[in-house]
């Protein structure tokens, strides 16, 4: 009905749904004066969308192009190595664990880690669960040369990888995985993770809630010397378990041994 209002094809309403794309300014106001929301509010929602792409926001933000523009980006990631982390066969053998046909993996996602490759790449920090390291993605040879490219990347001035280990508690991290784009001039867009896909947020209250969020990770995380030793350990345990078949962390930690 909205689409039909608004004179906009259907599948254009569906990305501004599901978060793939973000409407303008103009779009914003169509839809709000369609839907009748009050003079008040709709100047509230109007003026985040006027300041939520500028100072380098995309306007049809992608993971990509945020990811070009900011000057730092802190990510959670529990369950997986973050995409910028990736290497090529650990991508791969990810979209195969997610079920998608071998024939369409080199084209199912956007390698995205040239962005670190650049002369002036934006500081990039990395909060990743400790099972990242032992979950089976592939082979264990996928898995030693993911490890051996995290411990590399950990060594770079512009990169902080910080392992959040088991047994902790509760912390922030539980209801999710996200991304932090912060970009000049204060501004910043969260980046709500589900599947292979996601959702951009600008609304300050929840850029707000994921920086105490990243903030209170952080506090149980492994310092990034700590984090370098896990990884190293980690990667002695592919190495010694042959094929998936890896020994569980101890439960004191990997700095046990």
């Given at each position: 009905m909205l689409a039909r209002r608004l004179e906009f094809p259907h599948?254009?309403?569906?990305?501004?749904?599901?978060?793939?794309?973000?409407?303008?300014?103009?779009p914003v106001a169509m839809i709000l004066t369609a839907l009748r929301v009050s003079a008040?509010?709709?100047?509230?929602?109007?003026?985040?969308?006027?300041d939520a792409f500028t100072a380098g926001i995309p306007q049809r933000p992608t993971a990509v192009e945020c990811e070009r523009a900011p000057a730092s980006i802190v990510e959670w990631s529990p369950a997986a190595v973050p995409e910028l982390l990736r290497t090529g066969e650990y991508r791969r053998a990810l979209l195969g664990v997610r079920g998608m046909p071998e024939s369409d993996r080199d084209t199912g996602a956007v390698p995205r880690a040239d962005v670190l490759a650049k002369s002036d790449p934006p500081a990039f920090e990395a909060l990743i669960g400790e099972t990242v390291a032992h979950e089976p993605i592939g082979s264990a040879q996928i898995m030693i040369a993911q490890l051996?490219?995290?411990?590399?990347?950990?060594?770079?001035?512009?990169?902080?990888?910080?392992?959040?280990?088991?047994?902790?508690?509760?912390?922030?991290?539980?209801?999710?995985?996200?991304?932090?784009?912060?970009?000049?001039?204060?501004?910043?867009?969260?980046?709500?993770?589900?599947?292979?896909?996601?959702?951009?947020?600008?609304?300050?209250?929840?850029?707000?809630?994921?920086?105490?969020?990243?903030?209170?990770?952080?506090?149980?995380?492994?310092?990034?010397?700590?984090?370098?030793?896990?990884?190293?350990?980690?990667?002695?345990?592919?190495?010694?378990?042959?094929?998936?078949?890896?020994?569980?962390?101890?439960?004191?930690?990997?700095?046990a041994e």
């Amino acid at each position: 009905m909205l689409a039909r209002r608004l004179e906009f094809p259907h599948t254009q309403i569906l990305h501004w749904e599901t978060g793939h794309q973000v409407p303008g300014v103009e779009p914003v106001a169509m839809i709000l004066t369609a839907l009748r929301v009050s003079a008040g509010e709709r100047e509230r929602i109007l003026e985040l969308a006027r300041d939520a792409f500028t100072a380098g926001i995309p306007q049809r933000p992608t993971a990509v192009e945020c990811e070009r523009a900011p000057a730092s980006i802190v990510e959670w990631s529990p369950a997986a190595v973050p995409e910028l982390l990736r290497t090529g066969e650990y991508r791969r053998a990810l979209l195969g664990v997610r079920g998608m046909p071998e024939s369409d993996r080199d084209t199912g996602a956007v390698p995205r880690a040239d962005v670190l490759a650049k002369s002036d790449p934006p500081a990039f920090e990395a909060l990743i669960g400790e099972t990242v390291a032992h979950e089976p993605i592939g082979s264990a040879q996928i898995m030693i040369a993911q490890l051996d490219h995290l411990i590399e990347m950990c060594a770079r001035p512009d990169i902080t990888i910080r392992v959040v280990p088991l047994r902790v508690g509760w912390h922030p991290g539980w209801s999710g995985p996200f991304v932090v784009h912060e970009f000049p001039g204060g501004l910043a867009v969260v980046r709500f993770e589900h599947g292979v896909s996601g959702a951009f947020v600008p609304a300050g209250h929840d850029v707000r809630d994921c920086r105490e969020a990243a903030s209170k990770i952080r506090d149980v995380a492994l310092s990034p010397a700590g984090s370098v030793d896990h990884l190293v350990r980690a990667r002695r345990q592919w190495e010694r378990g042959g094929g998936n078949r890896v020994a569980p962390p101890d439960p004191r930690g990997l700095d046990a041994e």
